[in-house]
């Protein structure tokens, strides 16, 4: 069959099937097998004129292709046409993922591969399994070039500030919900959760995502069997997820330590830590223990110290109260053990310690509010761990958290601040594009964003904006040229950005200020 006579499915598959070739997801052996595989997905029936070998070799010896986001396009937008698949976001992904599936090794091929190359290197392993998780298209990364990213200078060094376009906000207190239902038992769905090992190969339903391109590479941390697999969101380079065989809650240990320790000596050039592991203070998930990581330095491993401290016993490790919004105790030594050791001591002694004059109480009616969010890296030959004290204790005045964004600065970021932002990287919701784009036209046209239902809730902090530059308030904005109306998306930036230093401030469980300081150095004398 000449290319010309190809219908849409022939062709499209015709393509896939070469970019698969094309990117060494599978063999010349693989092409028939691939296409058949395709065909089946797609609910077509080619005639015989068809020949898939035939047609990739041709396929490939075009001087241009489409891209793979163009081709996984045109096919799915023919199966919506014949009424295969239904026109929606959900359908049209487990879709496109089951045909990505046709092109994906086999789990047991990819681990053979992962740990072949790190013979090689732990770097040339990492290197092969980010790549292969981008060219599958686990990784969809012309979804993820549309993120909005800049950087912002504070007090505490440079922030960086996302607004995630691929993954929506969740509540504080649906995250809280999920853990309360795993907790009570009944029913669960297959897979339990995003994170289990079973979704390997998951062809995924209208409220869960087709897995069939995930891979995870086995672990053995602390005696345990744990994976390694890429997040599909991609907070930033090489943003990896390191998850339990087993579906339990999280929980911060002197185990996680260990963990996340080993984690770091077997990919030194990873940074890994650990979301909280209580309501409001922890990540979006807190029912499958796992962990995060990647080749990133985030602007908390920048951080200097704000002041030396010490442990009694533990002189050949080296502490600090880290110079960052936030409430961290840094440990860096060369034996990890010693490490691990100090770190539980600190654990034990904040699960326990309460402090009234600063808010802080580690429990209430039996319910305990003190954990940690740690962190582990490598120094040169080194290991460093940061220790950030949490506490998700509600009050009236504070009903989603004392230490947790403030009630006027959820028009920004309401969500947990988990373990990526507590690093100093912003994860804003995806709602805040279309919001600040809509709050620049009110300003630019002179107009009261309060009067403006899109962007009401913006409208204190729009003033306090206007405020500070006051070339956009109502009576200059008309007088503004091309490049000074241009000017405004730099300056709702930086604004956001400083929100964000302002929102990990408010996390603090000891304040930034003379009292707050004092409250920590008093903490840190109590470890025993």
Same mark, same amino acid.
């Given at each position: ?94 879709? *496109? ?29 990492? *290197? ?75 062809? %995924? ?6 897995? @069939? ?80 990581? %990647?080749?990133? @330095? ?36 060369? *034996? ?43 120094? %040169? @030959?080194?290991y460093e761990l940061d220790l950030v004290l949490r506490n998700n204790r509600t009050t009236d005045e504070f009903p989603l958290g004392i230490f947790h964004p403030h009630q006027e600065k959820h028009h920004i970021k309401k969500e947990n601040i988990g373990l990526i932002e507590v690093m100093g990287l912003a994860v804003l919701p995806a709602r805040l594009l279309g919001e600040m784009d809509r709050l620049k036209e009110v300003i630019l046209a002179g107009e009261d964003p309060a009067a403006v239902p899109e962007v009401a809730s913006h409208a204190a902090w729009a003033s306090e904006v206007l405020g500070r530059h006051p070339e956009f308030a109502p009576e200059n904005v008309h007088d503004l040229d091309d490049a000074g109306r241009a000017a405004l998306d ?39």
């Amino acid at each position: 069959m000449e290319e010309s006579q190809m219908g849409a499915v022939e062709r499209g598959v015709t393509d896939l099937a070469a970019y698969a070739l094309d990117c060494g997801l599978i063999a010349e052996e693989d092409v028939t097998y691939a296409a058949n595989l395709m065909l089946d997905a797609l609910a077509w029936e080619p005639t015989g004129a068809f020949v898939p070998r035939d047609a990739v070799r041709a396929a490939r010896a075009r001087a241009s292709r489409p891209a793979l986001e163009d081709i996984l396009a045109g096919l799915l937008d023919d199966a919506v046409e014949r009424g295969v698949i239904d026109s929606g976001v959900a359908s049209r992904d487990l879709m *496109d993922t089951r045909l990505m599936g046709c092109v994906t090794a086999r789990p047991s091929e990819v681990t053979a591969e992962f740990w072949r190359r790190y013979g090689e290197s732990p770097e040339a392993a990492t *290197d092969w399994f980010y790549q292969f998780a981008q060219d599958t298209d686990y990784i969809r990364s012309y979804r993820i070039a549309r993120d909005r990213k800049w950087v912002t200078s504070t007090r505490y060094g440079d922030l960086d500030i996302t607004i995630n376009l691929s993954k929506p906000e969740k509540d504080p207190k649906a995250i809280a919900a999920a853990l309360e239902k795993q907790k009570a038992g009944g029913a669960e769905p297959y897979p339990r959760c995003q994170l289990c090992p079973e979704n390997l190969g998951y062809a %995924g339903r209208l409220d869960h995502p087709a897995r @069939e391109t995930i891979r995870i590479i086995p672990l053995t941390l602390a005696g345990e069997r744990w994976y390694l697999q890429y997040s599909p969101y991609v907070y930033y380079n090489e943003h990896c997820i390191v998850l339990s065989e087993q579906h339990v809650p999280m929980k911060i240990s002197r185990a996680t330590f260990q963990r996340l320790l080993e984690f770091v000596g077997m990919f030194p050039h990873y940074t890994a830590g650990s979301n909280a592991d209580l309501p409001i203070v922890g990540g979006s998930i807190l029912t499958h223990e796992h962990y995060q990581g %990647g080749r990133y @330095e985030f602007a908390m491993a920048r951080a200097g110290a704000r002041r030396e401290v010490s442990f009694a016993g533990f002189e050949d490790v080296r502490a600090c109260v880290v110079d960052w919004p936030m409430s961290v105790i840094r440990l860096d030594a060369a *034996d990890p053990e010693r490490l691990v050791e100090l770190a539980d001591r600190v654990l034990s002694a904040w699960r326990g310690y309460s402090d009234e004059t600063v808010g802080v109480l580690a429990e209430t009616d039996g319910t305990p509010h003190n954990t940690i969010t740690p962190i582990a890296r490598r120094r %040169g @030959e080194g290991y460093e761990l940061d220790l950030v004290l949490r506490n998700n204790r509600t009050t009236d005045e504070f009903p989603l958290g004392i230490f947790h964004p403030h009630q006027e600065k959820h028009h920004i970021k309401k969500e947990n601040i988990g373990l990526i932002e507590v690093m100093g990287l912003a994860v804003l919701p995806a709602r805040l594009l279309g919001e600040m784009d809509r709050l620049k036209e009110v300003i630019l046209a002179g107009e009261d964003p309060a009067a403006v239902p899109e962007v009401a809730s913006h409208a204190a902090w729009a003033s306090e904006v206007l405020g500070r530059h006051p070339e956009f308030a109502p009576e200059n904005v008309h007088d503004l040229d091309d490049a000074g109306r241009a000017a405004l998306d730099g300056v709702i930036e930086e604004e956001i950005g400083q929100v964000f230093a302002q929102i990990l401030e408010d996390c603090a469980v000891f304040a930034d200020n003379e009292a707050g300081q004092a409250a920590l150095a008093r903490f840190v004398a109590s470890v025993r």
